[in-house]
């Protein structure tokens, strides 16, 4: 799935602004990240956590 590469992708962004330690790199990821998460009704969930086991839908929290 593309979502799948860009999840991975995204994370990974994160994971080497922190490990560069600086402020701006992580901002920048963080922003990218926000932007994502705005455009993508699947991944922005303000109002409910769900949570997955196996890949299926075990619980929802409203």
Do not use: R
């Amino acid at each position: 799935m593309g979502s799948d590469i860009l999840d991975q992708f995204l994370a990974n962004k994160l994971s080497e602004a922190v490990s560069s330690n600086s402020s701006s790199d992580v901002v920048e990821a963080v922003a990218a990240i926000k932007c994502y998460m705005e455009k993508c009704p699947e991944h922005n969930l303000p109002a409910k956590t769900v949570t997955y086991v196996n890949d299926e839908q075990f619980d929802e929290v409203y």
